[in-house]
């Protein structure tokens, strides 16, 4: 297996060739997707565009659908939610579809999308998407992180480390064997630099902070946790998982 990081959609391949490809967004889109499945959604569609989805989600019963709205970390108006993962109780979720645009996490899944096989992950359910990647032995895996409007982000990057670290020790292979890219390498050492400190990382990353002006101390708390979900959100069709 090659792994690749990509840190941004903008720095992905356009010619789709991995044969698994992952979206990343930590803070917080991959981390509410995991959370929703967790707990009973019936499944996710993700949009990047606001109006495709409120056009689209128009068609489901309205008693099985909840819309999730993300612009520049608050709620949409005219959304049922924003994007926090901690909004997604059982009670709320159980049997529903999550109908959800975020700026950019769903962004990189739908750059992916055409990719055979397309999974989210974040670092809560990390252990899960390991195993699902080490039991499929993907010739070609990318993980792709979200970033910020076209930019690098610390979580994003930090959390592709944690799986790529993760691959590297449970499939017993070298650095050499694994990485693709300068970018696994980098992502690697970053996690190995925090993983004992996450929280703290997520604190000094720049949309980390962002979240903490808008009162997001406990989404923080929440996404900072590894290995908490044992689920893959995996795509069934483009954009729904
Ligand atoms: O950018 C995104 O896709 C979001 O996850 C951002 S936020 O954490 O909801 O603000």
Same mark, same amino acid.
């Given at each position: 297996?090659?792994?690749?990081?990509?840190h941004?959609?903008?720095l992905?391949p356009?010619?789709?060739?991995?044969?698994?490809?992952?979206?990343?967004?930590?803070? =917080?889109?991959?981390?509410?997707?995991?959370?929703?499945?967790?707990?009973?959604?019936?499944? /996710?569609?993700?949009?990047?565009? @606001?109006d495709?989805?409120?056009? /689209?989600?128009?068609?489901?019963?309205?008693?099985?659908?909840? =819309?999730?709205g993300? =612009?520049?970390?608050?709620?949409?108006?005219?959304?049922? +939610? !924003?994007?926090?993962?901690?909004?997604?109780?059982?009670?709320?979720?159980? !049997?529903?579809?999550?109908?959800?645009?975020?700026?950019?996490?769903?962004?990189?899944?739908?750059?992916?999308?055409?990719?055979?096989?397309? @999974?989210?992950?974040?670092l809560?359910?990390?252990?899960?998407?390991?195993?699902?990647?080490?039991?499929?032995?993907?010739?070609?895996?990318?993980? /792709?992180?979200? !970033?910020?409007?076209?930019?690098?982000?610390?979580?994003?990057?930090?959390?592709?480390?944690?799986?790529?670290?993760?691959?590297?020790?449970q499939?017993?292979?070298?650095?050499?064997?694994?990485?693709?890219?300068?970018?696994?390498?980098?992502?690697?050492?970053?996690?190995?630099?925090?993983?004992n400190?996450?929280?703290?990382?997520?604190?000094?990353?720049?949309?980390?902070?962002? +979240? @903490?002006?808008?009162?997001?101390q406990?989404?923080?708390?929440?996404?900072?946790?590894?290995?908490? @979900?044992?689920? /893959?959100?995996?795509?069934?069709?483009? !954009?729904?998982?």
């Amino acid at each position: 297996m090659k792994l690749f990081v990509y840190h941004t959609p903008e720095l992905t391949p356009s010619d789709r060739t991995a044969d698994c490809a992952i979206a990343i967004d930590v803070l =917080r889109a991959t981390s509410t997707i995991a959370t929703a499945l967790h707990v009973g959604a019936e499944a /996710v569609q993700a949009f990047s565009d @606001l109006d495709k989805l409120m056009q /689209v989600s128009e068609d489901w019963p309205a008693e099985k659908r909840l =819309r999730a709205g993300e =612009r520049g970390g608050s709620k949409v108006t005219g959304c049922d +939610l !924003g994007n926090s993962p901690l909004d997604c109780t059982p009670e709320l979720m159980a !049997g529903k579809r999550l109908f959800i645009t975020t700026t950019n996490g769903t962004r990189a899944l739908q750059c992916i999308q055409a990719c055979p096989v397309v @999974l989210t992950a974040a670092l809560i359910n990390r252990q899960a998407i390991v195993e699902y990647v080490l039991k499929q032995q993907p010739e070609t895996l990318w993980l /792709v992180g979200s !970033g910020w409007e076209g930019s690098f982000s610390l979580e994003d990057t930090v959390c592709a480390g944690a799986i790529a670290s993760a691959l590297m020790t449970q499939a017993n292979c070298t650095l050499e064997d694994l990485a693709g890219n300068d970018e696994t390498i980098s992502a690697i050492a970053l996690y190995r630099q925090w993983q004992n400190n996450l929280l703290e990382l997520l604190h000094h990353a720049s949309h980390g902070q962002r +979240l @903490l002006r808008l009162d997001g101390q406990e989404d923080l708390k929440y996404c900072a946790q590894t290995d908490i @979900l044992d689920i /893959v959100p995996i795509q069934k069709s483009p !954009g729904v998982l």
